[in-house]
């Protein structure tokens, strides 16, 4: 359940660059809600591009800047204390946009290629942002649901770096962050 650009987090609304809001709330909360009273949903997979909030787009919750890690919490524990268990889905590995030009003049992509190196991301970086989820995780506590975390880079990285593509098919649209 969800709607494009409105991050499902419990009472927080999204801005567009002329600080208008997109009307997420209330009806990100009313998808909440409805997760949370159906007792034929025992698990709740939230994901949403969450590099980009905060950074490139401003959160707001009743009309007041808020902290993304603040409504994750908050969002988390609100499912978790329902009994949901809750997988938290990191963002997908984020790659170059301008990565995109020359490979598509290729006959395949092969981004693994000494020519693609510049279309390749440093895994490593990304063990900040799963530290920075674990950390939000641990702080949501003794709760009856359980909170697991699902890094996509366990299946898009190889050991040192992300952003491969295989040799018949690109796995990113062209924007670097959508699958």
């Known amino acids: 359940i969800g709607r494009g650009s409105c991050p499902p987090l419990m009472g927080v609304d999204v801005l567009d660059k002329e600080n208008a ?3 997420c709330q209330p009806l990100v909360d009313n998808y909440l809600e409805f997760i949370r009273n159906s007792a034929d949903i ?10 980009q909030y905060g950074r490139d787009v401003p959160l707001v919750a009743r009309g007041n800047p808020v902290r993304q890690r603040d409504a994750m919490v908050d969002t988390i524990r609100y499912l978790a204390s329902a009994g949901k ?3 938290v889905v990191m963002d997908v590995p ?3 946009t301008s990565c995109y030009p ?4 290729r006959a ?3 981004w693994n290629s000494d020519e693609g190196r510049e279309c390749l991301v ?3 970086r990304r063990g900040t942002v799963r530290s920075e989820i674990d950390v939000i995780v641990a702080e949501v506590g003794e709760v009856p649901g359980r909170v697991l975390v699902f890094d996509p880079a366990d299946v898009l990285c190889r050991v040192d770096v ?3 593509v295989d040799s018949a098919n690109y796995l990113y649209q062209a924007d670097g962050n959508h699958l």
Request: glycine fraction near 6%; hydrophobic fraction near 55%.
């Open 21 to 23: 809001s997109l009307a």
């Open 85 to 87: 268990t809750v997988v």
């Open 42 to 51: 025992g698990v709740v997979i939230v994901h949403w591009f969450n590099a």
């Open 102 to 105: 020359a490979a598509r003049q």
């Open 162 to 164: 992300c952003g491969e």
């Open 122 to 124: 440093d895994r490593a």
């Open 108 to 110: 395949f992509p092969v």
């Open 94 to 96: 984020e790659v170059p």
